[in-house]
Structure formats: structure tokens, C-alpha cells
């Protein structure tokens, strides 16, 4: 990025090279201070971008198949747009107030390109996703019936994203100033920005760019067959068709319904669902969630249903998301409740128990295992590092190249973010006291939420920022709560709002900051574009969420919809599972003394218990470079967000990006440099233009295409239950 009249850059010394060999491949090591940032273009282009993205992430987020538009739609489509502007906008300034401005100071560069992606980012981690404070708002509305005052939501909605911005920015000076925070996710984007802007010298082969639109057009064109012609292509499932009758090879071999073996993917939306993209993903990353994923769904959980028959396995399906009676039916949670949304224990003892399949029990499990594990991983191999920063030993570390650039630029203040952390969390008392009965939470529990955020978003920023995984937290949030407030689903639901999702939210924000680091962006700027997208995206949000609850027959409604509906919300489907597990009938059922699932709660210990080894190798063996690589969160994120993620889908992650992190970047690294994160642009940007095309002109219209090859899996009986004398519905009955 520096300007044209520079003289030619010298290499730099190899100590003021950034010390992680990706970020050192990939990302400029210079800058151009006099770039325009915050044009009249950046705030046009940013906030238009901001609002469809949140439009329609929200409006997807119900649909019976979910499509998250990520931030690289629109990263791509501004840059036409911003050239035009800058080629046919008058020249002339303007004065405001006193600032002076102009409507087109010169040609649209990439700063002005980072900023406005930032703005659109705001659209993704906010409404796309899991969408997660309008999940709570869309339970309490389409679930459990409830009125609820728009005013209340709105604070529900904005709160949880200002304090996690606040968050943000008092964890800056750890999560995006060191050289080992480096946030591989980046990197992808950085490598578009120059594809986009930057002209390479002549070389054989394809410059990026050329590159990027080969493979933008190939997934385009190509999503078509999985994402209309030919589903099943999402999930191959030959082993059902091998064996057609038989409930154990389907359990084994089903792509959606069971643990996937055999079965494989041809869909990048499937290969990239949950996990991102594994083509930014470190191998040694991979490799940790690659041991992790086989242990548990090709040893544990087949040792767990077939031969001990844990937690009554066989009366369930393998893989389900769904609750269930001891019969095997689908459990009615409205047969529990009492009109203020409680749980009605005199209908409940008469009910009957609450069970779930066994990989889902299971996986919860491994939550509780993953939540120990990362804080005593992060104190053990970072306590050190992040001692000394908060002593403010952090001025006295060595700074690489990308830190000394941003010198030149004005820091945010503190207080800036200290204001922002401290006004959300008054507005979110002000609302446990004025809608105490809609929020069941009072507001005590709002600062207990608080505390737990803080408490965790350092060491979970830690370990997304260095191996692209973010362990996740949700079930302890729920887990405490519903140990404090029993039967008080709506209470369970807005303490993970508070204590988990505002956590989720500042790693978006550090990983916007740590990408304007990476692109040389005035910190106030960053600032600016964050909070402004923030509170824009918050309100739009929410309107069209609640515009789709009041105006949409059944929404959400299974039961109530036509078999075909697009608008069953399995998103929603699983929140609101989990306030029913975790809210309504309570951990002290599950989990505690007589509970089915107690012996589960050992796994808070084992998970503690497991990096100390690993640790104490490191000090034994230093010169054994690969033992502090053995990371044990990441390792139990081979079991995480299954379901309504499935084996499959990780298998064919693992597989991925095996190929791309390890075979080509150790034999063909100048190709990985040049076109890797590139080739994963590509193919996000084609899958996502080409599913909002078919949605927009097809589906929505429906203009459905049946044939054989329409029908995902072909595996009915993989969610069958094998005990003797079971009854469901299309299930054959063992005797």
C-alpha cells in the first residue's frame, strides 16, 4: 500500500518480519498514511452494505434450510460500485458544521474497501450466524407465546452488542496488539484486498485476481447442483444404498442422520458450514480437532450405543437434535408449562423424564470438558503473557513491522469503550427491573452474567486468535443459570445472551480490529465504523424479525406449517431446546444426584486435569517443538456444535483442509501463497451469490425440483431406534 511516488521498498530485516510465517506471506509490510479512510463513499457504500446484509441474514435465519451471507458478498460488489463513484462524483468540498468535506477525493482505494467491509461485517456477526439475541427474542415470541414490548427487545437486541464491543476494546492490548495474536481468518480477506487492488508484475501462471474470478464463476456456476438440481450431492450416503433394510448401516453410514462413514460432501456450503473455512485454518489446528472428532464419533460413541447401551442409546436415534420421552417420542414441552412460562412440576412428574439422543447428551458432555480445559490451557501456556501486559510490560515488548506502522496513526482512548461497557450494562439493569416478568431475570444475574463474560472472553479470544477456533461456552452459561433459577426458561435464555453471546460479539469486533491492523487502519476510524454498524444492524435486526414473527402464519411452528414449509427455524429449533433442558426442567434433573446424565458432570474435572500433562512435557522436553502444539480445547472442539452440525461435515473440514494446510503449503508453498486464501474467497463469494440467486428466483417462488437426486441422504432408517419394543412412526419394531 504505499504511495506511487515511493521509492522502491527494501527488504525488511528478518527481526521486524512478523514472526508467523502465514502473516508474513500474505500481508503488506507497508503503508500509505495520506489514503482517504472515512469518505463520503466508505459511509454510503458501509451502511448500504450493513443493511442488506442484515436484511437478509435475518430474513434466511428462519428458513427451513439457513444461508448466511457472509461479508465477502458485498466486499466483492462495492468495489464496481466504488470505482464508478469516484469516476462520475463531483470533486468539489462541502462544508458542515465546520467540516469540510469532499463527495470524491480521488480514487477509491483499499482503505476505503477495509472500512466498508467492516461496516458489513457488522451484518454478518449480528444477523447472520445464529443470530443470537434475536433467537432469544424469537423463542419468547414463536415458542412460547409470549407478548413481549418492542422497546424491551430493542435494549435486549443492542445491549448484548455494545457490551460486547466493550469488551472489545479493553481487550485490545492482548487479543490484537502481540504478533501472536494474529487471527488466521484474516488473512483470507487481506489476500482479496490485493487480489482486488493491488497490480502484479508479470509471471507465469494467473495473476489473483484472474484467479479469483476463475473460481468465483466455477462456484457459481457449480453451487447450482447441490443448492437445486442435485441436493444429495451436500451429503453422499452411498453405504444406505448398499444396505437398504438395515437400521445399523444406515445409523453408521448416514450423512445427516447418523455418524457419516463412507459419506462425503461435494457442497462447499457443507464442507465450510460450521467451522469456516479450512483453507484458513492452521494444520496444526486441524490436526488437534481431527484427533478429537475421531475419538469421540468413531470410538466413544459407537462403544456408547452399541455395546453399553449408555443412557438408554437404543431407545433414541444415534443423532438427533430433538428431546425425547422414554418411549421414544418426541417430548411436548407445552404439556410442562404453567402460563407464566414455568415448569408445571405436578404435569412434569406425570410426563415422564426428558432423554436425548446419545451424541447429543454426549456432546454436551465434552462442553463441560472444553470449558475447564480452556481456562487452565490458557493460564498454563499464556498466564505469563498476560501478566506481564497487564503490568504494562507490554511497551517494552519487541514490536514487528505491521505495530510500528500503526504508529502513526491516533489510539482510541480507553474510556471511549469504558463509556460504551458501562452504559450497556446500565440500560440492561434499567430492563430487569422495568420487564422483570418478560426477562425472568433479575439483577443480580445480569451482573452474574457479566462476570462470567469477562472471565472468559480472554482466554477463548486467545485461543481463536491463534488456531481459528472458538470453544464454545453456551452449555456452562445455561448450566450455572439453571442450577441458581430453576424452571425459568426466558431466565436461561437472557443470561446466555449476556454471560456467552456478548463474548461471541467482541471476538467479531477484535477480529475486525486485528484485520484493520493488518490493513493499516486509524484506529479512531475502526472505532467509528464498528460502533456506528453496530447500533445500525442492532435496530434493523430486530424490525425485521419482528416484522417476519407478526406477519407470518405459524413461524417457527412445525406442527402448524404445510409438511413442505420453508419457515420451520432449526436454528431457533435448537435454542429453544436448550432453554428447555437447560431453563425449564433444570441441570439439578439431568445432571444432578439421580439425575440420567450426572456421571457426565465428571468431565469438569477431566477437562481441567488434561493440559497439565502436556504442559509439564513442554517444560521437561522444550527443544520438543511440537508438544505445546497438543492443545487440548481445541481437541474437544472435535466434538462441538454436533448437532446440528454432523460428522460429515467435519470429516469433509478435516479432509479439506488437510490437503490445502499441509500437502500444499509444505510442497507447493508459492502456489499456497499466492492463491490459497484467495481460492477460499472465490469460493465462498460464488456459493453465496449463487444461493441468494436461487432463493430469490426458485425457491421462493416454488419452483421446486423433485427427482431422485433432489432427496438428500436416502437413509430412513438412520434415525430409527433398535431396543425391542420401541414403536415410531415408519420405524420397524424389534421384538
Known amino acids: 500500500m504505499a504511495s506511487k511516488n515511493d521509492p522502491p521498498e527494501q527488504p525488511l530485516p528478518e527481526e521486524e518480519r512478523c514472526a508467523v510465517e502465514e502473516v508474513a506471506l500474505v500481508v503488506p509490510e507497508t503503508d500509505d498514511p495520506s489514503l482517504p479512510v472515512m469518505t463520503f463513499r466508505a459511509w454510503f457504500l458501509g451502511l448500504t452494505s450493513c443493511v442488506i446484509l442484515i436484511f437478509l441474514n435475518t430474513f434466511f435465519i428462519y428458513r427451513t434450510q439457513p444461508l448466511t451471507i457472509s461479508a465477502i458478498l458485498m466486499q466483492i460488489a462495492v468495489l464496481p460500485i466504488g470505482k464508478f463513484m469516484a469516476a462520475t462524483l463531483p470533486?468539489?468540498?462541502?462544508?458542515?458544521?465546520?467540516?469540510?468535506?469532499?463527495?470524491?477525493?480521488?480514487?477509491?482505494?483499499?482503505?476505503?474497501?477495509?472500512?466498508?467491509?467492516?461496516?458489513?461485517?457488522?451484518?454478518?456477526?449480528?444477523?447472520?450466524?445464529?443470530?443470537?439475541?434475536i433467537g432469544a427474542v424469537t423463542v419468547m415470541k414463536a415458542y412460547y407465546k409470549q407478548t413481549l414490548n418492542f422497546l424491551c427487545a430493542l435494549l435486549l437486541v443492542l445491549t448484548t452488542q455494545v457490551l460486547g464491543y466493550g469488551w472489545a476494546g479493553m481487550l485490545r492490548r492482548y487479543l490484537v496488539d502481540p504478533v501472536e495474536m494474529w487471527w488466521p481468518a484474516n488473512l483470507a480477506q487481506v489476500s482479496l484486498f490485493r487480489a482486488l487492488h493491488e497490480k502484479e508484475p508479470k509471471t507465469k501462471g494467473?495473476?489473483?485476481?484472474?484467479?479469483?474470478?476463475?473460481?468465483?464463476?466455477?462456484?457459481?456456476?457449480y453451487y447450482t447442483f447441490p443448492g437445486y438440481l442435485f441436493p444429495i450431492l451436500t451429503f453422499f450416503s452411498w453405504v444406505c444404498w448398499v444396505w437398504p433394510h438395515s437400521?445399523?448401516?444406515?445409523?453408521?453410514?448416514s450423512g445427516y442422520h447418523g455418524l457419516g462413514v463412507g459419506a462425503f460432501t461435494l457442497d462447499w456450503a457443507g464442507i465450510s458450514a460450521y467451522h469456516g473455512?479450512?483453507?484458513?485454518?492452521?494444520?496444526?489446528?486441524?490436526?488437534?480437532?481431527?484427533?478429537?472428532?475421531?475419538?469421540?464419533?468413531?470410538?466413544?460413541?459407537p462403544l456408547c450405543y452399541w455395546k453399553y447401551n449408555t443412557f438408554d442409546a437404543s431407545k433414541f436415534p444415534i443423532f438427533s437434535n430433538q428431546l425425547f420421552t422414554t418411549s421414544g417420542q418426541k417430548y411436548d414441552t407445552t404439556k410442562i408449562l404453567?402460563?407464566?412460562?414455568?415448569?408445571?412440576?405436578?404435569?412434569?412428574?406425570?410426563?415422564?423424564?426428558?432423554?436425548?439422543?446419545?451424541?447429543?447428551?454426549?456432546?454436551?458432555?465434552?462442553?463441560?470438558?472444553?470449558?475447564?480445559?480452556?481456562?487452565?490451557?490458557?493460564?498454563?501456556?499464556?498466564?505469563?503473557?498476560?501478566?506481564?501486559?497487564?503490568?504494562?510490560?507490554?511497551?517494552?515488548?519487541?514490536?514487528?513491522?505491521?505495530?510500528?506502522?500503526?504508529?502513526?496513526?491516533?489510539?482510541?482512548?480507553q474510556w471511549w469503550f469504558l463509556i460504551l461497557l458501562l452504559g450497556s450494562i446500565a440500560l440492561s439493569l434499567l430492563m430487569s427491573f422495568v420487564w422483570k416478568e418478560d426477562v425472568q431475570l433479575r439483577w443480580w444475574g445480569m451482573l452474574f452474567a457479566f462476570g462470567l463474560a469477562w472471565l472468559v472472553t480472554l482466554p477463548i479470544g486467545i485461543i481463536q486468535a491463534t488456531t481459528n477456533q472458538q470453544p464454545g461456552y453456551d452449555i456452562i452459561a445455561q448450566f450455572i443459570i439453571g442450577y441458581v433459577l430453576p424452571g425459568k426458561p426466558i431466565a436461561n435464555l437472557i443470561f446466555k445472551i449476556y454471560g456467552r453471546i456478548s463474548t461471541i460479539h467482541a471476538l467479531s469486533f477484535l477480529s475486525d480490529l486485528k484485520l484493520g491492523h493488518y490493513m493499516k487502519i486509524p484506529?479512531?476510524?475502526?472505532?467509528?465504523?464498528?460502533?456506528?454498524?453496530?447500533?445500525?444492524?442492532?435496530?434493523?435486526?430486530?424490525?425485521?424479525?419482528?416484522?417476519?414473527?407478526?406477519?407470518?402464519?405459524?413461524?417457527?411452528?412445525?406442527?402448524?406449517?404445510?409438511?413442505?414449509?420453508?419457515?420451520?427455524?432449526?436454528?431457533?429449533?435448537?435454542?429453544?431446546?436448550?432453554?428447555?433442558?437447560w431453563g425449564l426442567i433444570g441441570p439439578e434433573r439431568l445432571f444432578g444426584p439421580g439425575g440420567l446424565y450426572r456421571n457426565l458432570v465428571w468431565l469438569f474435572l477431566i477437562g481441567a486435569v488434561l493440559p497439565v500433562p502436556v504442559w509439564v512435557l513442554s517444560k521437561m522436553f522444550p527443544k520438543k517443538k511440537w508438544i505445546p502444539l497438543i492443545n487440548i480445547p481445541v481437541i474437544s472442539y472435535g466434538f462441538a456444535g454436533m448437532p446440528p452440525a454432523t460428522p460429515?461435515?467435519?470429516?469433509?473440514?478435516?479432509?479439506?483442509?488437510?490437503?490445502?494446510?499441509?500437502?500444499?503449503?509444505?510442497?507447493?508453498?508459492?502456489?499456497?501463497?499466492?492463491?490459497?486464501?484467495?481460492?477460499?474467497?472465490?469460493?465462498?463469494?460464488?456459493?453465496?451469490?449463487?444461493?441468494?440467486?436461487?432463493?430469490?428466483?426458485?425457491?421462493?417462488?416454488?419452483?421446486?425440483?423433485?427427482?431422485?437426486?433432489?432427496?438428500?441422504?436416502?437413509?430412513?432408517?438412520?434415525?430409527?431406534?433398535?431396543?425391542?419394543?420401541?414403536?415410531?412412526?415408519?420405524?420397524?419394531?424389534?421384538?
Not at 105 to 118: A, L, Q, S, W, Y
Open 91 to 133: 470533486e468539489r468540498e462541502y462544508s458542515v458544521l465546520g467540516w469540510r468535506f469532499s463527495l470524491n477525493p480521488g480514487p477509491f482505494n483499499m482503505k476505503e474497501h477495509v472500512i466498508i467491509t467492516v461496516f458489513a461485517n457488522c451484518g454478518v456477526s449480528i444477523g447472520g450466524g445464529d443470530a443470537y439475541s
Open 206 to 221: 494467473m495473476t489473483r485476481m484472474q484467479f479469483f474470478l476463475v473460481f468465483l464463476a466455477a462456484s457459481f456456476a
Open 247 to 253: 437400521i445399523t448401516a444406515q445409523q453408521i453410514g
Open 277 to 301: 473455512s479450512p483453507l484458513v485454518t492452521p494444520w496444526t489446528s486441524i490436526l488437534n480437532v481431527g484427533i478429537g472428532f475421531i475419538m469421540f464419533v468413531y470410538i466413544i460413541i
Open 338 to 413: 404453567t402460563p407464566q412460562f414455568e415448569l408445571n412440576t405436578t404435569a412434569y412428574d406425570s410426563y415422564g423424564k426428558l432423554y436425548l439422543s446419545p451424541l447429543f447428551a454426549l456432546s454436551i458432555g465434552s462442553g463441560f470438558a472444553r470449558f475447564t480445559a480452556t481456562l487452565v490451557h490458557v493460564a498454563l501456556f499464556h498466564g505469563r503473557d498476560i501478566w506481564k501486559q497487564s503490568r504494562a510490560a507490554v511497551k517494552n515488548v519487541k514490536l514487528d513491522v505491521h505495530a510500528k506502522l500503526m504508529r502513526s496513526y491516533k489510539e482510541v482512548p
Open 523 to 581: 484506529p479512531r476510524c475502526m472505532f467509528t465504523a464498528q460502533l456506528v454498524g453496530t447500533l445500525v444492524s442492532g435496530i434493523v435486526n430486530l424490525a425485521v424479525s419482528w416484522w417476519m414473527l407478526e406477519s407470518i402464519d405459524n413461524l417457527c411452528d412445525v406442527e402448524g406449517q404445510h409438511p413442505e414449509s420453508p419457515w420451520t427455524c432449526p436454528k431457533f429449533r435448537v435454542t429453544f431446546d436448550a432453554s428447555v433442558i
Open 648 to 735: 460429515t461435515n467435519i470429516a469433509s473440514w478435516l479432509v479439506t483442509g488437510t490437503i490445502f494446510n499441509y500437502f500444499i503449503f509444505k510442497y507447493r508453498k508459492g502456489w499456497w501463497q499466492k492463491y490459497n486464501y484467495v481460492l477460499s474467497a472465490a469460493l465462498d463469494a460464488g456459493t453465496a451469490f449463487m444461493g441468494v440467486l436461487l432463493f430469490f428466483a426458485l425457491q421462493n417462488e416454488g419452483v421446486i425440483f423433485k427427482w431422485w437426486g433432489s432427496e438428500p441422504d436416502h437413509c430412513p432408517l438412520a434415525s430409527c431406534p433398535t431396543e425391542p419394543g420401541i414403536k415410531v412412526k415408519g420405524c420397524p419394531v424389534f421384538t
